[in-house]
């Protein structure tokens, strides 16, 4: 018997490599520039089209994104990418307006705890700093989008229990507030697919196509399977780190953001279009472990290689 697709599932789906910013933040090695430029071009050779290149933050704290400025300059230089940046306060967002950035993302927590231990402020406080960056940006006249990015959206490894409602009136706080959008994030990996089917559901309801994007951590082994329970809902953007590096410096233990190519596989062995060229995202995931030696690097696809099957599925270009 065939199976039946969710009506919900879409045909496309955008990967935003967050790899740069979200995965080198959390190693203790500092990529050079050239070879961060060279990431950016081969990325986009391969056919991705929105990259978080990296987060206003002082140098003195995250000295691996103190390049971040530069980076957005060479990345808005070629055609059709959309080019991300986190930004933490007030400072930073004006900072991605001169830089010239198309989206600033903006991380709430929905736990209180992880919250002042990352940004040093309540959630209602960055709610708060939501709205000043949303002045700030009209003001400016800018078109730079403002996402707000609700974290720690299952639970976190500071406080524990984070209520889904707690989740969700942060949420429309932000929208309220004047953010363009809002994802939600499993920043410590807390996640599992009944959970996030449930929680993105609901998000939907009170978001709808203002709902965009959704971050996993793969930790326990469950960051595909939530993948798809969100795609079920209808999310058609997702973050995804190359070779799954990256966790959060505040989040003991989070470490493995879901992997790019195997995230693009997935999608792809599903007749899902990503626009990636896989081999060329396989060469780019062997030249960042050659630029990262001894460092953790994950994922499965690499190891395994594409299968034999794999270009004759339905759907998918030859």
């Not at 199976?3 to 935003?16: D, F, G, M």
């Not at 050079?32 to 990259?51: F, M, S």
């Not at 994104?65 to 930073?92: Q, W, Y």
């Not at 363009?180 to 996640?191: C, F, I, N």
């Amino acid at each position: 018997m065939p199976q039946l697709e969710s009506p919900c599932r879409p045909s496309a789906v955008t990967v935003r490599e967050v790899g740069l910013r979200d995965g080198l933040q959390s190693l203790s090695v500092v990529m050079p520039t050239h070879t961060k430029l060279g990431w950016i071009d081969a990325a986009y050779a391969a056919g991705q089209r929105e990259i978080e290149v990296g987060s206003f933050v002082p140098a003195r704290l995250l000295p691996q994104l103190a390049d971040t400025a530069e980076l957005i300059a060479h990345a808005r230089r070629l055609p059709g990418l959309a080019v991300s940046v986190l930004v933490p306060n007030l400072k930073g967002a004006e900072l991605a307006l001169d830089s010239g950035a198309h989206l600033m993302l903006v991380p709430l927590s929905a736990s209180h705890a992880h919250s002042l231990a990352n940004l040093r402020k309540t959630p209602d406080e960055v709610v708060a700093m939501v709205g000043q960056m949303r002045a700030a940006r009209d003001a400016a006249g800018s078109s730079v989008l403002i996402e707000g990015g609700v974290g720690t959206a299952f639970g976190c490894t500071l406080q524990g229990e984070v209520r889904p409602q707690e989740v969700l009136r942060l949420m429309q706080a932000l929208l309220d507030a004047g953010a363009d959008r809002v994802s939600l994030a499993d920043t410590v990996g807390y996640a599992d697919p009944e959970a996030v089917r449930r929680l993105f559901e609901a998000a939907r309801r009170i978001a709808g196509d203002r709902l965009c994007c959704a971050h996993f951590h793969d930790t326990r082994g469950l960051g595909l399977a939530n993948v798809l329970a969100a795609l079920d809902t209808g999310v058609a953007r997702f973050d995804a780190c190359l070779a799954g590096i990256g966790g959060c410096p505040h989040a003991p233990g989070a470490s493995g953001n879901v992997s790019s190519e195997d995230l693009v596989f997935m999608l792809e062995s599903m007749g899902i279009e990503t626009g990636v060229d896989l081999d060329r995202l396989l060469a780019l995931r062997e030249a960042v472990a050659g630029w990262l030696p001894d460092q953790p690097l994950h994922g499965a696809l690499w190891r395994a290689g594409l299968p034999k099957t794999f270009r004759a599925r339905p759907g998918l270009a030859a």
